[in-house]
């Protein structure tokens, strides 16, 4: 057997297209942690599984991208409409390039940004946390997190926000670019494989700690004098919720200690996510989403299709995520819908035409009498399932997933679904009730009350804490699950108030502009007045106000109750 690391085995055939097929209903990724220098060359090695197996050590390597001051990072990043506290330490920022694995275990490489305080101060050298951070959905293959501040990369946003929460006071950070962006070789991504993402993640990890421990042992240049204090951190928003997830459930159940983590807005319910779109629920970004994931189940599982014909209409059928075009690029080339994911009624399909309206505002925006993503013969069969099949958390008869599913599609979103994780390290979730991307009482609230339900065990000892950043319509949930979340002394600080005042101050600025610009447009009915108001917080709600939110939230979560006081071992 051939198996790839820096910390990963994945078992390949060995014909000479290097193809594997799948017979278990998932990729098999064992993880091997190793104690070998960043060589030049392959590295031959035993990893103790079976006398045939050996390791193909792939080059790991790195290279110096940027660094900022503390002056740099106060003035120049423009996020002084964040929480973002003054930065207490310089950050140097370095790209490591490492192997991984693809969806069907399929050897390939990718990069991550490994942003590293610097200065004088305590906080900013020796012993430091480590954040590993998971990034959400993007369509863009240049996309790339250690281009902080550099407003010609779609990264430009949320690294720039990690970058000034995150290692500007003091945390290493580690933020793969996820295989298929960037300079990995592989040709797709894996979008929301549980295991593959994890796997992902735990390379990069385990790559950046071989780094930094090189750049010590060697005196490097590079060193700039801190070193992994054994505290680790994982956190992510959006895809890169679910991703973070999957990956404090990889490292526990290979016993690696995590000591807190974070996931934010994800789609941990992804199943019953999924059936809710199917059934007319379309979610903003939906067009973006659905190759992403498809392509990725196909080629974890092999069977969601036969050729991308049978999911994609013929105008969209060849478009290959992700592009070096931006997405409105590709809407403008007609290689992507704005929004219209399916056919709109009548489709002449009783199954389909029988389902009721979607009582969200926005979802109407998901179908249209032409031009649309999925073929609606393929969208038929999928509700037929769901029909047949229900998932408990839509029929709204239970929290877990359909016992079980026909359609290959739904097997496959099964298999990456969340539910039924129970995090034993301390947890944050966080997120806001009217996200129109990644519906937060679908996905958060089903993970809340699994969670709930495994705190009344014996022994359970949870510590949870969710978070609803939108207090609106009376929202705004804060819940501790477990006795030791409810004694947490973060929950009785004032921090989830400002967390939630930021927000609502936030949102209340950004309907206010929407108004003012409709005005100086000369829009003066008030009919008028309130969709454009609307339609500003729909489109900066997922990835502007929640995110910004659930980053102050993440970090004040991190910082009052772990970094200082919890011993990693």
């Given at each position: 057997?051939?198996?790839?690391?820096?910390?990963?085995?994945?078992?390949?055939?060995?014909?000479?297209?290097?193809?594997?097929?799948?017979?278990?209903?998932?990729?098999?990724?064992?993880?091997?942690?190793?104690?070998?220098?960043?060589?030049?060359?392959?590295?031959?090695v035993?990893?103790?599984?079976?006398?045939?197996d050996?390791?193909?050590?792939?080059?790991?390597?790195?290279?110096?991208?940027?660094?900022?001051?503390?002056?740099?990072?106060?003035?120049?990043?423009?996020?002084?409409?964040?929480?973002?506290?003054?930065?207490?330490?310089?950050?140097?920022?370095?790209?490591?390039?490492?192997?991984?694995?693809?969806?069907?275990?399929?050897?390939?490489?990718?990069?991550?940004?490994?942003?590293?305080?610097?200065?004088?101060?305590?906080?900013?050298?020796?012993?430091?946390?480590?954040?590993?951070?998971?990034?959400?959905?993007?369509?863009d293959?240049?996309?790339?997190?250690?281009?902080?501040?550099?407003?010609?990369?779609p990264?430009?946003?949320?690294?720039?926000?990690?970058?000034?929460?995150?290692?500007?006071?003091?945390?290493?950070v580690v933020?793969?670019?996820?295989?298929?962006?960037?300079?990995?070789?592989?040709?797709?991504?894996?979008?929301?494989?549980?295991?593959?993402?994890?796997?992902?993640?735990?390379?990069?990890?385990?790559?950046?700690?071989e780094?930094?421990?090189?750049?010590?042992?060697?005196n490097?240049?590079?060193?700039?004098?801190?070193?992994?204090?054994?505290?680790?951190?994982?956190?992510?928003?959006?895809?890169?919720?679910?991703?973070?997830?999957?990956?404090?459930?990889?490292?526990?159940?290979?016993?690696?200690?995590?000591?807190?983590?974070?996931?934010?807005?994800?789609?941990?319910?992804?199943?019953?996510?999924?059936?809710?779109?199917?059934?007319?629920?379309?979610?903003?970004?939906a067009?973006?989403?659905?190759?992403?994931?498809?392509?990725?189940?196909?080629?974890?599982y092999?069977?969601?299709?036969?050729?991308?014909?049978?999911?994609?209409?013929?105008?969209?059928?060849?478009?290959?995520?992700?592009?070096?075009?931006s997405?409105?690029?590709?809407?403008?080339?007609?290689k992507?819908?704005d929004?219209?994911?399916?056919?709109?009624?009548?489709?002449n399909?009783?199954?389909?035409?029988?389902?009721?309206?979607?009582?969200?505002?926005?979802?109407?925006?998901?179908?249209?009498?032409?031009?649309?993503?999925?073929?609606?013969?393929?969208?038929?069969?999928?509700?037929?399932?769901?029909?047949?099949?229900?998932?408990?958390?839509?029929?709204?008869?239970?929290?877990?997933?359909?016992?079980?599913?026909?359609?290959?599609?739904?097997?496959?979103?099964?298999?990456?679904?969340?539910?039924?994780?129970?995090?034993?390290?301390?947890?944050?979730?966080?997120?806001?009730n009217?996200?129109?991307?990644?519906?937060?009482?679908?996905?958060?609230?089903?993970?809340?009350?699994?969670?709930?339900?495994?705190?009344?065990?014996?022994?359970?000892?949870?510590?949870?804490?969710?978070?609803?950043?939108?207090?609106?319509?009376?929202?705004?949930?804060?819940?501790?699950?477990?006795?030791?979340?409810?004694?947490?002394?973060?929950?009785?600080?004032?921090?989830?108030?400002?967390?939630?005042?930021?927000?609502?101050?936030?949102?209340?600025?950004?309907?206010?502009?929407?108004?003012?610009?409709?005005?100086?447009?000369?829009?003066?009915?008030?009919?008028?007045?309130?969709?454009?108001?609307?339609?500003?917080?729909?489109?900066?709600?997922?990835g502007?106000?929640?995110?910004?939110?659930?980053?102050?939230?993440?970090?004040?979560?991190?910082?009052?109750?772990?970094?200082?006081?919890?011993?990693?071992?």
């Amino acid at each position: 057997m051939i198996k790839s690391t820096t910390g990963t085995n994945a078992k390949l055939s060995t014909d000479a297209s290097h193809s594997m097929s799948i017979t278990n209903h998932k990729p098999t990724m064992s993880r091997c942690l190793l104690s070998v220098a960043i060589a030049s060359s392959l590295l031959l090695v035993g990893c103790g599984d079976d006398d045939n197996d050996i390791i193909v050590r792939n080059d790991t390597s790195v290279e110096s991208i940027n660094s900022f001051n503390t002056a740099q990072i106060d003035g120049q990043f423009g996020l002084n409409g964040t929480a973002t506290p003054a930065a207490k330490c310089d950050i140097k920022i370095e790209k490591v390039s490492y192997p991984t694995v693809g969806a069907a275990g399929e050897r390939t490489n990718a990069t991550a940004a490994l942003m590293l305080p610097s200065g004088d101060g305590a906080d900013c050298q020796g012993d430091r946390p480590i954040l590993l951070y998971a990034h959400g959905t993007t369509t863009d293959k240049d996309y790339d997190f250690t281009q902080v501040a550099n407003i010609q990369n779609p990264a430009v946003g949320e690294s720039t926000l990690i970058a000034a929460n995150f290692a500007a006071q003091g945390y290493i950070v580690v933020a793969p670019n996820y295989a298929g962006y960037d300079d990995s070789e592989l040709d797709y991504h894996p979008y929301l494989v549980a295991e593959q993402q994890a796997t992902d993640m735990a390379d990069a990890l385990d790559s950046a700690r071989e780094i930094i421990a090189r750049q010590k042992r060697a005196n490097d240049s590079d060193y700039v004098n801190v070193d992994d204090s054994g505290k680790l951190f994982i956190s992510g928003y959006s895809q890169g919720g679910h991703v973070a997830m999957a990956t404090a459930r990889l490292l526990e159940q290979n016993n690696e200690p995590v000591t807190a983590i974070s996931p934010s807005s994800g789609p941990y319910a992804l199943a019953a996510f999924g059936d809710a779109i199917f059934a007319g629920n379309v979610n903003i970004g939906a067009t973006r989403f659905a190759p992403l994931l498809a392509t990725g189940l196909q080629k974890a599982y092999g069977n969601v299709y036969n050729n991308t014909t049978d999911i994609f209409t013929a105008n969209y059928a060849n478009t290959q995520l992700p592009s070096l075009l931006s997405f409105s690029q590709l809407v403008a080339a007609n290689k992507l819908p704005d929004n219209a994911l399916f056919e709109a009624k009548p489709t002449n399909n009783p199954v389909l035409d029988q389902l009721p309206d979607s009582d969200l505002p926005f979802a109407f925006l998901g179908f249209a009498d032409d031009n649309y993503l999925i073929k609606t013969d393929f969208r038929a069969a999928y509700v037929t399932d769901a029909l047949q099949n229900p998932d408990s958390l839509v029929a709204k008869t239970g929290v877990l997933p359909a016992a079980n599913p026909q359609n290959n599609l739904r097997k496959a979103l099964k298999d990456n679904d969340l539910r039924g994780y129970i995090p034993k390290m301390p947890t944050l979730l966080c997120g806001g009730n009217q996200d129109p991307t990644v519906y937060y009482d679908l996905n958060t609230g089903s993970m809340m009350a699994i969670l709930q339900q495994a705190s009344a065990a014996p022994n359970a000892n949870l510590n949870v804490t969710v978070l609803d950043v939108d207090v609106r319509n009376n929202r705004g949930q804060v819940k501790a699950i477990g006795s030791s979340a409810m004694s947490n002394p973060w929950m009785s600080t004032n921090t989830l108030d400002n967390v939630q005042d930021r927000f609502s101050t936030t949102l209340t600025a950004v309907q206010n502009k929407a108004i003012a610009d409709a005005r100086a447009a000369g829009v003066t009915d008030p009919t008028a007045l309130a969709q454009a108001a609307g339609a500003a917080i729909l489109s900066s709600y997922h990835g502007g106000l929640v995110s910004s939110a659930c980053t102050q939230a993440t970090r004040e979560f991190f910082e009052q109750n772990f970094n200082s006081s919890v011993n990693p071992t």
